[in-house]
Each structure stands twice: as C-alpha cells, then as structure tokens.
C-alpha cells in the first residue's frame, strides 16, 4: 500500500477498525469509494466524451450523486433508525440508472457501478434476504428500463440480452453475505478469545500481586531462576539478605562472589557446592545449613530448593534461605549451660561417692547395724544414678564420641552388660536371656560398646514395668555382627519410634506411666554405634514389646570421634 493510500485510509478510519467506528463515519467511507470512481469518470468522459457530459440524464445522475454523498455528511444518522440509511446505497442505484442512462450509446461500461451500492446492502446486517433481493432487483430495473422505455416492441430476447448484469450482481451480493457472516463468525471468536484472554491476564495479574504479597510478607528470602541460574524473581527478604551477604563495593555479583563459608565459618564454600549451582545440576534439598556474611557479622542460613521442571527439562529452580541465627546461637548457649552445669556437678558428685565408698567399707569393717548402713547404700546408689546422668548430659553437649577400638570378645561383653543389669532385672521380675554365637569378636570399643548394651537393657528392664523376658543376642550377618536388645514390655506407636533417638526425647506412655529417665541414652547410643560406623535399629508395637539392633562391620572404617 503506498504511503498516500495509507494516509487516506488512516484518514477516514481514524485508526479503528470498520465495524468500531459509528454509523455517519461508516456511512461516508462507504459511499466514497462510489464518489471517487464517479469523478475520475467525469474527468476521463470530459476529456474523452464531452458529449455525454451535456446529457441532461446524465447531468440529473450526478447531481443526484452529489445530494447522497452531501446526506452522508448532513444527516445524523446515529440518530435515526438503523435501517434508515439504507436509503442512500437504494438512492444511488437511482443515480447509477440516470448516469446509465445518460450515457447508453456511448458508455455501456457505467451499469458496473452498480457493484458499490451492491457491496453496501451485502456487506450491510439489516437484512441478508433483502440486500440479495434488492442487488438484483434494482440492477434489473435499471438494464430492464431502456427496453420498457422505448418504442420498439419488448421481446424476449431484447430483455435476455442485459440479464447478465443483474445475474452477475446477485452472485456478488451472495458472495459478500457469505464472507460477512463467515467473518462476523470469526469476529465474535476472535472476541470471545480476547475476552478469555483478557480474563486469564487479569486473573494472571492478580494472582502475580497476590504471590508478590504472600512472599514480600514472609520473613524467608525466596529466589527464582531461571534455566541458565540467572535471577529473575527476589522477594524483599531475599534482597535485603542478598545486600548483606555480597562482599563491600561490589553490585553486580554472580552467586561464586557471595560470602557463603563452610561450617568452620572460615572457609568458603566451593562454588559447586552453593545453592544455585546445586540447584542447576537439577538437585532438590532441604534444611542444609549455610554460614554466610562477612567474619564477625556472619548469619546461620538454612536453605531449602525446589527444581523446577517440564517434560524432563530444567526450566530452573525456587530456592528459600531461612535466618536462623537466633536460633543456632540459642542451641549453642543451651549446651554451653549444659557443658558447664554438668562439669560444675561432677566434681563435687565424685567426691561425694569418694566418701561414700569409705563409708560403705566401714560400715562393712565394724559391722555396723541399723539404719545407717541402708542409708549409705541408698545415697551411693542415687549418687552413681547421679554422675551417670551428668556424664550423658556432657556427652550429648559434647556432640562428639570419642571410640579407641580394638578386638573384643562378644560374650564377654554381653555377660558383663548381663551382670550388672541383674539386680534391676531381679527387683522388676523380669528375666534375663542370652544368646550369642560362641567365639564371636567385633572390632570396637569395649567401654563404648558396654556403654550401648547397658543403655538397651536398662531400658528394656525399665520399660517392662509388669516383668517378662529380655532377650541378649549376637551373631555374624555376612559382613556385619548383630546385637539385639528384645523385651516383651510396653512398646511404643510407630509415631513415637519416629523421634525415638532425639535428645530428651520421651514417649507420652512413658511419661504418663512416672517411669523415670532423661532421654538421653538411647540418643547416646546412635551416637556411639555411628563412630563405630554402624547402625542401630528398632522394631516395636504398642503392648508387643521392642527390639533394638545394633549392626557394627567387621571391617568398620572407625573414626576418631563422629557427630
């Protein structure tokens, strides 16, 4: 389209499309295309014809051209009744007939007009049957009038010989109500999709300041990126996080600049070990504990990512940093109280039981009777009762475990462990067996390990409130060594088995049921049995009893001290 075409258009359109514009504009851009062809016809015959300009018909055609095309800018026809302004496409089929008139003879060519006001009625939705009746009608008047009109007798032939005309023009009047409905049709799809899509983006939009809010009122930093680990969403806890972990003087920073250390909060933590990175490699984690921030101003991050994902495809990845400095440096003053509290109690418990050891061999050596020498035993017993509690209180504030191995004698462990449980076993009525394969050894330590069976069969005799049996057994298991704890007492639910080696941990029977104890030393024990670079496990059910087993290698790779 040229450039005068366009400014033409634009002109008359205002830069709407037809069917938006209102009634007088759609009016006047549908008769001009008619008036322009009119005039450079009247150009053309002036220059050409001249003869057919005198014409009187012709002359009442233009003139009555020229009238319609003035009512087209006269009339308010947005005020009238709709179908009114099909007066004017009619009216110029009149004034196409006097032009046809005008010229028959010399231009036979002028009858084509019709095809304006025809394109009008059509394309027009008053009525499609009468815009079809009316195209034919009116040009078939018009070709018809000359052989009505003049004096020679109407045959058949001579009103044959035009009906082409009219014929051609109700073919195009179908054609047009054809393409209009079946654009109307498109239109109204078009319009429905723009309203659906209009209704999903405002519900898009509102949903996006909805999250927006929902994140910004969080105190969690949430990060979004991308496929390529590039940023594209940050909550306003994300970005006041991100501007205290990004090294002074720096803006733009990749996630390698970040001030994030290792648990020692000295070295930096390598860079495919950072979140993003991690999250890129399509890995999914939770609760991993991060040191960020400059030394002295550090902060205790957890971090949690989700991979984002479409038909296998990393699409990229939600990643949230939690601050929980308070929290960590709470659990520090907590076994900081705890390390010192239990190191402040045992010096004067050891020298308590010192004492009372000499006054047991005393009362042992003279003989002594009455209440004092129960008194005694009573208060040794409790002050050793005692010093254990604070020795698990220091290991668990400790949070190391300390294992010196070397080759020991099951059986002889386990007899051991089995000796110094009788007493309680004999006084809750409860029944102690064994079963060990002969000549069975484990590379461990004896005192740690004695440590674990006594912890299972003190609980095992303590949570049998109503006596039954405890069984010890150990055997070879491929390339591991069992040990097991088994009672026939108080059991606990599969809820309970699930925090079941948690520090000060204990289940709601147990405390319902007054039984004393800490929670402590089955945690001590997990403990234990990692350094050794085993397991421990536990089958259990409410009133069925429980069994714990203890898997230790034969081969274990031991370690120093393990968390």
Known sequence: MSRLSSRLVSSLTSGRDFHQ??????????????????????????????AIMARPQFQAGLALLVLIT?????????????????????????AIGLLYHGGFGLAMGIYLLCVFPVFWLAWSRVSAVGAILLSFICPLIIVWYPVFASSEPVTGQRLAAPILGPLVTLAVAMTVTVIRRDMDARQA?????????????????????????VLNAIDVGVLV??????????????????????????????????????????????????????????????????????????????????????????NGAVIAFHDITA?????????????????????????????????QDEVEDTGLTGTIPHAVSVAQRNSERLLRLVSDLLATASGSVSVEPRPVAVAELISASLRAAAPRAASAGVELITSCTPALAVQADPVRLGQVLDNLLSNAIKYSPDGGTVTVSAWADGNCTCLEVRDTGMGMSETDQK?????????GAVRQAGIPGAGLGLAISKNIVEAH???????????????FTVSLPNAPSLAGSAA
């Open 533 to 547: 670079g085993g397991t421990i496990t536990l089958v259990s059910a409410p009133g069925a009893g429980s069994a």
């Open 21 to 50: 514009m209102p009634l007088s504009q759609r009016v006047r851009i549908s008769q001009a295309p008619l008036m322009i062809t009119v005039a450079l016809l009247c150009i053309i015959y002036a220059t050409l014809l001249p």
């Open 70 to 94: 003035a009512a087209t800018a006269v009339v308010p026809w947005d005020r009238l009744w709709y179908p009114v302004y099909w007066i004017l496409p009619i009216s110029d089929f009149a």
């Open 327 to 359: 929290l960590d440096d709470a659990l520090r003053a907590k076994d900081d109280f705890v390390s010192s509290v239990s190191h402040e109690l045992r010096t004067p418990l050891t020298s308590i039981i010192g004492y009372l050891d000499l006054a």
């Open 189 to 213: 799809a078009l319009a429905q999709k723009d309203r659906q899509l209009e209704n999903a983006l405002n519900l898009s939009t509102e949903r996006s300041e909805l999250l927006d809010s």
């Open 499 to 507: 925090d079941l080696f948690t520090r000060f941990f204990r289940t």
């Open 225 to 314: 990126v991308d496929a390529d680990g590039a940023a594209i969403h940050k909550n306003n806890s994300m970005q006041a996080l991100d501007a205290r972990i990004r090294p002074d003087g720096m803006k733009d920073t990749q996630e390698a600049d970040l001030l994030f250390f290792a648990s020692d909060r000295a070295t930096a933590l390598p860079a495919d070990q950072r979140p993003v990175a991690r999250a890129m490699r399509g890995e999914s984690f939770e609760d991993v504990l991060l040191r960020a921030g400059p030394p002295g101003d550090q902060m205790t991050l957890s971090c949690s990512a989700r991979v984002l994902r479409s038909e296998q495809c990393l």
